[in-house]
């Protein structure tokens, strides 16, 4: 049975629809097997069911923010696996991020954390082009001899060591969309789509998003990538951020609308999951709400999408075995479970193994392996631990954060495993079937 609500304290974005959310929690416990941060720490305030009572508590004016509650809050990954287990449906991803929201509002941060934040997130990620600047300054440093020297020489500040450890390797050349902004397919054009194509992926996985063409086009599909797109948001919106992940919801629906599309295409699932949420982020903005709805409706994985088609096969064998890692925010956030692994199998010769806990949370979570980066380091060195135990040569997933996590966790480890994206497996697949 449900809790009760008692009368609503007025704070912040806690409307009445949302505030009702708080209250479908039965106190079962069936999140408590499935949350990372209970199994890991064994709090119940890290639990799902122990934030739930803190976001009441303060939502009722029974509490205020103080550092134990927000250390709670800022511990949670956002995997939203308490979701797939929640029976009553409490929608906890959207309750943590009007928290986060609150606590960006209402509590003072140390500076120089808080500072790196906002010049990150709100004058960085928000503006392509000093992004693409950041990107090549990093790329400098990786190809320079910088980064091995300042490695060498210890200069690296010991708090700084973990997170430039996870630093991606910038890609040679950036993913950028033609002229025309249009890749058309090969022969007879049967669908148009969009590409999402991201600030991480399209600069440190350009490959990746190169191959997704690719792959899209071999399906018959004219895509469509504009150049006025910007980051999705997601980053933003998990860190409680949502009047900045607002404007870049408005700017991507603006930049995909001039176009009429059978869906927007997604192959960054932290990013896929927000997007889907768009008409959620929207719903109070009487300008946008309706082309909100219409631009989520359309958006889907690229793994969702292709195993909806009727598949080109024209593949050839790959010989390898393979283990698949489930994104959180693919499994939980969009229940986009069955068709990597559908697509995966449809490749001749491709063995794949499954993994232990394949869906639990490997630590990466959007920027939580910088700002809680011990704990992220728990997490990924149990799920590396769990992909080295299958045998398999290759890891693959389908999320941008997984593969920086996975393959830092499994150079730890010394392993040599291969971490790959699904849609480069499906690409190389069609290459070798034309040899």
Same mark, same amino acid.
């Given at each position: 049975?449900?809790?009760?609500?008692?009368?609503?304290?007025?704070?912040?974005?806690?409307?009445?629809?949302?505030?009702?959310?708080?209250y479908?929690?039965?106190?079962?416990?069936?999140?408590? /097997?499935?949350?990372?941060?209970? &199994?890991? +720490? =064994? %709090?119940?305030?890290? @639990?799902? $069911? *122990?934030?739930?009572? #803190? !976001?009441?508590?303060?939502?009722?004016g029974?509490?205020?923010?103080?550092?134990?509650?927000?250390?709670?809050?800022?511990?949670?990954?956002?995997?939203?696996?308490?979701?797939?287990?929640?029976?009553?449906?409490?929608?906890?991803?959207?309750?943590?991020?009007?928290?986060?929201?609150?606590?960006?509002?209402?509590?003072?941060?140390?500076?120089?954390?808080?500072?790196?934040?906002?010049?990150?997130?709100?004058?960085?990620?928000?503006?392509p082009?000093?992004?693409?600047l950041?990107?090549?300054?990093?790329?400098?440093?990786?190809?320079? /001899?910088?980064?091995?020297?300042? &490695?060498? +020489? =210890? %200069?690296?500040?010991? @708090?700084? $060591? *973990?997170?430039?450890? #996870? !630093?991606?390797e910038?890609?040679?050349?950036?993913?950028?969309?033609?002229?025309?902004?249009?890749f058309y397919?090969?022969?007879?054009?049967?669908?148009?789509?969009?590409?999402?194509?991201?600030c991480?992926?399209?600069?440190?996985?350009?490959?990746?998003?190169?191959?997704?063409?690719?792959?899209?086009?071999?399906?018959?599909?004219?895509?469509?990538?504009?150049?006025a797109?910007?980051?999705?948001?997601?980053?933003?919106?998990?860190?409680?951020?949502?009047?900045?992940?607002?404007?870049?919801?408005?700017?991507?629906?603006?930049?995909? /609308?001039?176009?009429?599309?059978?869906?927007?295409?997604?192959?960054a699932?932290?990013?896929?999951?927000?997007?889907?949420?768009?008409?959620?982020?929207?719903?109070?903005?009487?300008?946008?709400?309706?082309?909100?709805?219409?631009?989520?409706?359309?958006?889907?994985d690229?793994t969702?999408?292709?195993?909806?088609?009727?598949?080109?096969?024209?593949?050839?064998?790959?010989?390898?075995?393979?283990?698949?890692?489930?994104?959180?925010?693919?499994?939980?956030?969009?229940?986009?479970?069955?068709q990597?692994?559908?697509?995966?199998?449809?490749?001749?010769?491709?063995?794949?193994?499954?993994?232990?806990?394949?869906?639990?949370?490997?630590?990466?979570?959007?920027?939580?392996?910088?700002?809680?980066?011990?704990?992220?380091?728990?997490?990924?060195?149990?799920?590396?631990?769990?992909?080295?135990?299958?045998?398999?040569?290759?890891v693959v997933?389908?999320?941008?954060?997984?593969?920086?996590?996975?393959?830092?966790g499994?150079?730890?480890?010394?392993?040599?495993?291969?971490?790959?994206?699904?849609?480069?497996?499906?690409d190389?697949?069609?290459?070798?079937?034309?040899?």
């Open positions: 049975m449900a809790v009760s609500k008692p009368e609503r304290h007025e704070r912040g974005a806690w409307n009445e629809e949302r505030f009702e959310g708080l479908r929690c039965v106190h079962c416990g069936l999140c408590l /097997g499935a949350c990372p941060t209970y &199994r890991e +720490l =064994g %709090l119940e305030s890290d @639990s799902p $069911r *122990g934030r739930l009572y #803190l !976001m009441r508590a303060l939502v009722e029974r509490t205020d923010l103080n550092d134990d509650v927000v250390t709670h809050m800022e511990r949670c990954l956002v995997c939203r696996a308490c979701e797939t287990a929640c029976p009553s449906g409490v929608p906890f991803g959207h309750l943590m991020e009007l928290t986060r929201e609150t606590i960006q509002q209402e509590w003072p941060r140390p500076l120089a954390p808080s500072l790196a934040r906002t010049v990150l997130l709100r004058h960085i990620f928000t503006r082009e000093r992004l693409r950041l990107g090549r300054l990093s790329r400098w440093y990786q190809r320079s /001899g910088a980064q091995r020297l300042a &490695r060498a +020489l =210890g %200069l690296i500040p010991a @708090s700084l $060591r *973990g997170v430039e450890a #996870l !630093m991606p910038v890609s040679p050349e950036f993913f950028e969309p033609p002229s025309g902004q249009w397919a090969h022969g007879q054009a049967v669908h148009r789509v969009g590409l999402l194509s991201g991480v992926m399209s600069l440190c996985f350009a490959d990746i998003d190169r191959a997704t063409v690719r792959v899209l086009n071999r399906n018959g599909c004219d895509v469509f990538v504009p150049r797109q910007t980051c999705c948001g997601a980053l933003h919106a998990h860190d409680g951020d949502r009047a900045t992940a607002r404007q870049l919801a408005r700017a991507n629906i603006d930049a995909f /609308g001039q176009e009429r599309l059978d869906a927007v295409i997604m192959n699932a932290g990013c896929g999951a927000t997007v889907k949420e768009y008409a959620e982020l929207l719903k109070d903005d009487p300008r946008y709400a309706d082309s909100a709805q219409r631009f989520a409706s359309s958006v889907r690229v969702e999408f292709l195993a909806a088609l009727p598949l080109n096969t024209a593949f050839g064998r790959l010989e390898k075995t393979v283990t698949y890692q489930e994104p959180c925010h693919l499994a939980h956030g969009q229940r986009v479970r069955q990597p692994r559908d697509l995966l199998r449809a490749i001749p010769g491709l063995r794949l193994v499954e993994m232990r806990d394949s869906d639990r949370c490997c630590g990466s979570a959007g920027i939580y392996n910088i700002t809680q980066n011990e704990l992220s380091r728990r997490f990924m060195a149990e799920k590396s631990a769990a992909a080295a135990a299958t045998g398999a040569e290759m997933s389908a999320n941008p954060g997984c593969m920086i996590q996975l393959a830092a499994l150079r730890e480890r010394g392993a040599s495993t291969a971490v790959k994206h699904i849609v480069e497996l499906l190389e697949a069609y290459e070798a079937g034309e040899v």
